[in-house]
């Protein structure tokens, strides 16, 4: 186990609606990056918060969005789901900017988008 | 397109036999490389990584090869076992984190008895 935690297992929503994702950190860790996994597929980069600012980003939108919190947790919110938004959501946590950047993923969140 | 790719989705070998996964990559640029193991319903586990200014870097059980040349990277497991069993990623870095890993579609690795 990594430390790294995610909420909720399973998500449902409609076409439309906006959803949050939450992620707790491995302990000690500053940088929070976030990756969509659909069905079949690697992870594809979207996001990531280094001390609470975001530090860089991947080819999606800007429905896509996050935040990180002083304890380094971090949300995903995604607006006006779309049913291509159906994917596994990964978090991964790194000990801060340096390279390499080692990272460690969470079990991950189940979206389906209907 | 992606720049790292697989170039087999399913791979099965005999139990305690070795087992080679492949991967290819684009960007001669990337400095970074990572191989994952993800079991079903788990997110992403590390296994080896390895820097563009080596070759070779062995783990327990496992070893990365890197060939810059041919932009090609391997994992190597040594008697494979049924616990290996899992989809294998291959994952390059670009500029030390800020873009994120970059990752190939995978292979499955399925161990016969």
């Known amino acids: 186990e990594t430390g790294v935690t995610q909420s909720p297992t399973h998500l449902i929503k409609t076409r439309g609606q906006q959803v949050t994702l939450r992620c707790s950190s491995q302990s000690g860790h500053n940088t929070v990056s976030w990756y969509q996994q659909a069905l079949g597929q690697g992870p594809q980069f979207i996001f990531q918060y280094y001390r609470e600012e975001e530090n860089g980003r991947g080819n999606f939108p800007p429905r896509f969005s996050g935040l990180q919190f002083p304890n380094y947790s971090s949300e995903l919110n995604v607006n006006a789901l779309e049913l291509d938004d159906s994917a596994l959501y990964l978090c991964?946590?790194?000990?801060?900017?340096?390279?390499?950047?080692?990272?460690?993923f969470g079990p991950g969140t189940r979206l389906t988008v209907t | 397109g992606e720049s790292v790719g697989l170039h087999l989705p399913t791979l099965s070998v005999q139990e305690g036999d070795n087992s080679i996964i492949n991967c290819a990559y684009s960007n001669s640029a990337s400095d970074y490389f990572i191989w994952y193991k993800q079991e079903s319903g788990k997110g992403p586990q590390f296994i080896i990584d390895?820097?563009?200014?080596?070759d070779k870097r062995q783990g327990q059980r496992v070893t990365v090869l890197l060939n810059k040349t041919v932009k090609h990277l391997s994992l190597q497991i040594a008697a494979t076992q049924p616990g290996d069993s899992a989809v294998y990623f291959c994952?390059?870095?670009?500029?030390?984190?800020?873009?994120?890993?970059?990752f190939g579609k995978g292979t499955h690795l399925i161990i016969q008895p």
């Open positions: 994952a390059e870095n670009l500029r030390g984190g800020a873009d994120g890993l970059t």
């Open positions: 390895i820097r563009s200014n080596m």
């Open positions: 991964a946590s790194s000990p801060g900017l340096a390279s390499p950047p080692e990272q460690y």
